[in-house]
């Protein structure tokens, strides 16, 4: 049928009229409560090792994706829907790569709260397409040298160095049981810079195997080594500490000294110990009992946690690999508070990675409630540790466990940046 001229008319006012109330609704953002609108969506990834025959972190991924749930149920970040990518990393250096790769790929605007030992193969790609590295683990020491990136802890160098400050008082003889690789070789003269401290003599180096199916041999050294009375052995393997000091406990005449007040007493740092750990061997009965912990956060029942265990408990879904106790999962909710403070200093309808990278460079405060120190990554906020240099977190908790629970056995933060100065 054809169009008559009223008719024409009136559908060319609606036409009109729709798109002006569209060309309203564009100028006006968001509506409260929801994502995306006019703002585009914001794309990072996290990535982490899982089922592998070392260290696996599971949870900082899941943790991700939980941070993500929450937000974009209350609207998204400054309206912006955060898209959260996940990727094994394997424990591989082809496992970084490729996830690396996959950000680029995928455009994300930065890579947040991962694990990965294998910094030389994940940075490059990064860099070359100027995505940031925000709250890596510590554990890789490009962490600490790249440009490109902003952590959010003093990583194993601090506390490493700061449990050999807190071991000084306590212990005679340390046996120091590490990783046989490139990354271990580093432990001994962080362990030593502490203990120097207290005009102490240096850690008895035991390197192991990072993998083994058992310990028995180096847990043997090891209480040899650091002798009786006021003698330590502390393990920093990753996920085989326990495996160690499992290897460690059935030593010949262990169980007998375990009752002794003089008997060789031992420790580790967070992330070779956690809670999750303890609750695993054994609670109270753990072989942990009684242990020294270095760790970078607040004891995981610190009122400071309260609004992560919160978002975890409404969004987490029963996901049992996201554990507030657990060091990645803690490590993971730091770094997306970061992401989540820049992006809505920024207010911009679109989020690039240059836009978050140079926001941090010019010096952003991130307030992390307590959790740490405020973050702030200018030039003059870091530490200059040679292998270390963008350290900007420079403190570290001392715990022990007691009754199954990880406890502070002093209060507060220790301030460890002197002493990973010091290191050779």
Request: net charge negative; glycine share 12%.
């Amino acid at each position: 049928m054809p169009m008559t001229g009223r008719r024409l008319t009136s559908l060319l006012t609606h036409v009109t009229t729709a798109a002006a109330g569209a060309s309203l609704l564009a100028g006006c953002g968001v509506l409260p409560g929801a994502t995306g609108g006019s703002r585009e969506p914001v794309t990072v990834m996290t990535w982490a090792p899982d089922q592998t025959r070392a260290t696996n972190m599971p949870g900082m991924p899941a943790m991700a994706q939980t941070y993500a749930r929450w937000v974009n149920a209350g609207g998204g970040i400054d309206g912006h829907e955060l898209r959260v990518l996940t990727c094994n990393e394997q424990n591989t250096t082809a496992g970084a790569a490729a996830c690396a790769r996959r950000a680029v790929r995928e455009k994300a605007v930065a890579v947040v709260g991962s694990y990965s030992q294998n910094g030389r193969a994940f940075m490059a790609p990064l860099e070359a397409a100027g995505i940031p590295y925000i709250g890596g683990y510590g554990i890789a020491e490009d962490e600490f040298t790249s440009p490109l990136s902003y952590p959010v802890n003093g990583g194993v160098a601090a506390l490493v160095a700061g449990h050999g400050m807190q071991l000084a008082g306590s212990c005679d003889r340390v046996s120091l049981v590490r990783p046989d690789t490139t990354a271990g070789d580093r432990l001994p003269e962080l362990l030593d810079s502490g203990l120097h401290k207290a005009s102490h003599r240096g850690a008895v180096d035991i390197p192991a195997q990072e993998d083994a199916a058992e310990y028995t041999e180096p847990a043997d050294r090891a209480r040899s080594r650091a002798g009786g009375e006021k003698g330590c052995v502390t393990a920093v393997l990753g996920e085989r500490t326990q495996t160690f000091f499992d290897s460690f406990r059935r030593l010949p005449g262990q169980q007998e000294e375990k009752r002794d007040k003089d008997s060789v007493r031992i420790s580790s740092v967070l992330g070779s110990v956690d809670q999750p750990v303890i609750d695993r061997t054994g609670g109270p009965h753990s072989p942990f009992e009684g242990a020294f912990v270095t760790g970078w956060y607040p004891e995981a029942g610190d009122k400071s946690w309260a609004p992560m265990r919160k978002v975890i408990q409404e969004y987490a879904f029963a996901d049992n690999r996201v554990d507030p106790a657990d060091a990645g999962v803690q490590t993971t909710w730091i770094a997306y508070t970061v992401l989540k403070e820049v992006i809505e200093s920024l207010q911009q309808d679109t989020i690039t990675a240059e836009d978050i990278s140079h926001s941090l460079d010019r010096g952003e405060r991130i307030d992390t409630g307590g959790l740490t120190p405020s973050l702030r990554w200018k030039y003059e906020d870091m530490l200059g540790a040679p292998g270390f240099t963008r350290i900007v977190n420079r403190e570290v908790t001392f715990q022990v466990v007691r009754q199954g629970r990880l406890v502070a056995q002093k209060p507060g933060f220790v301030d460890v940046g002197e002493t990973v100065l010091s290191a050779p």
